[in-house]
Nanobody, 120 residues
């Protein structure tokens, strides 16, 4: 079983910072590719940042240079450090885990979401 609990959202002023955390249960964390997605009202859910089981990262163009994704395998936790926040970053942020059972079988797991609101 894989369960995700994402926390750390809140209300901040433009230019401020937040750190999101995603705690992953189970014993296969090192085998999971992890990511942070966000969804604003009326918009589709989009990938913000991802990190593979090998530590390779990727970011949406809109957050490059401002957000940093990292993982602590000893704590089974993935983080999203968000700096220089903008009002357009306002959304519900969701932690995601990809479990690859084989080349043809994959499972996705989602956290419950945490609200990030950036005021201007």
């Amino acid at each position: 079983q894989v369960q995700l609990v994402d926390t750390g959202g809140g209300l901040v002023q433009a230019g401020g910072s937040l750190r999101l955390s995603c705690a992953v249960s189970g014993s296969i964390f090192t085998l999971l590719d992890m990511g942070w997605y966000r969804q604003a009202p009326g918009n589709q859910r989009e990938l913000v940042a991802g990190i593979t089981r090998g530590g390779i990262t990727n970011y949406a163009d809109s957050v490059k240079g401002r957000f940093t994704i990292s993982r602590d395998n000893a704590k089974n936790t993935v983080y999203l450090q968000m700096n220089s926040l903008k009002p357009e970053d306002t959304a519900v942020y969701y932690c995601n885990a990809l479990r690859m059972l084989s080349l043809g079988t994959k499972l996705n797991y989602w956290g419950q979401g945490t609200q990030v609101t950036v005021s201007s």
